[in-house]
């Protein structure tokens, strides 16, 4: 902007008041103001005292919590979340289903049936609470641990098994490994394996959701959800992510599940700021810190955080869940080589989101010993039916693992297919094509 410029739009404000705001905000306010609005920074004052921030004198973070951790309701002039004593039931019931199905496929892989497992012990809450406040045509995008997001909205225990062992009734037909689940509708998109990449994919989706709205007005309002852990938070994926959702004002909701551990890294030794909720404010990102094992807490800030995002056009808002993983990162680590057994069961014994919800549930007069026991008993039966039914049934035809990639084969697949064919027949004693749908013919 020239010099002649500057002048006569700070000689007449009327001027100043129809300049595009990129300009803008890039020029001082009168002579003798006591702040300055550089372009990057917001609305700074002036000051003659020079002193650096210190992040250990600032105010830390609180927070949110609904119920204490022996099921009682901090504040005794409301109800929780506003939602009836039915859609409660409905949670505790998804989060046992999770607990259950957990400790079988543990037991499953360690006896080899499966190739591997992860456990959600510890933040069954966080995954059931926050999708309870979802629609179905909310997109979700998961890291590896949301498995009770898949179970508040509608996966069943077939859909888990199917997946977990790759058969012929899996919706992402045998192509990934066990716990990296997809569903259509309502839409979760396929975990994917490499850290952090669902991040930036979210935003991209949210500010397609954003032009969508924009040109179809009529179109149902929707956002995004986007789950990691503090770990994940250290990959540059997560900062990408946040800064293009806070510029393009991207309608997405991110779920940081703070569980202590990144595999084998506790958070002592991956930041020394005060958590993840504190990069939220640095990005001008809408941010909340929550108790992840009060699931009242967890689905009345996803239901404000979803109604923000969808405000103002379109906001992003960071949501940090706070909890504890009770269980191995995965079935392929042995965290007591990194942390001692006593801390482990203390949180076990001390807090746990199941036990939280189950006590108020029976301070309320819902939930009793004998009716744990029989609905324990009753999902354990039906998770074993189903582990069973899916670990006969067969794999995909063995054509699924050329096609999919491209609305047609290529000349390349197509070649790979006949020379694997020609394989096949050639050594029939070499492979076991029995447990395949069609054998040989499934190419």
Sequence with gaps: MSAYLLRRISRNPRVLSRIPQRWSSSISQRPGSDRVRFPGAVNSKFTTDMAFINPSEMTHIPTYRVMDSDGV??????????????????????????????VIMFEA????RLSFYMVSAGEEGISVGSAA?????????????ET????????????????????????????????????????MHTISSPLATQIPQASGAAYALKLESLQNPDTPPRIVTCYFGEGAASEGDFHAGLNIAATRSCPVVFICRNNGYAISTPTLEQYRGDGIASRGVGYGIDTIRVDGNDIFAVYEAMREARRIALSDGGKPVLIEAMSYRVSHHSTSDDSFAYRARVEVEDWKRRDNPIIRLRKWLENEGLWDEDTERTTREQLRKEVLKEFGEAEREKKPPLREAFEGVYEELTEEAQEQMKELKRILETYPEEYDLRQFKDGINGL
Aim: one cysteine or more; glycine letters at 8%; a positive charge.
């Design 133 to 145: 406040a979802l629609t179905p045509d909310d997109v979700v995008f998961a890291q590896y641990r």
């Design 73 to 102: 309701l901090l504040d005794k002039n409301r109800k929780p979340a506003g939602v009836s004593n039915e859609e409660i039931l409905t949670w505790y019931k998804n989060m046992l289903t999770v607990s259950v199905m957990d």
């Design 109 to 112: 892989q360690r006896q080899g």
């Design 148 to 187: 009770g997001v898949f179970q508040q909205r509608g996966f069943t225990l077939k859909d888990f098994m199917s997946q977990l062992f790759a058969n012929c009734h899996d919706n992402g037909r045998g192509r990934n490994m066990p716990v990296h689940y997809g569903s259509n509708y309502p839409r």
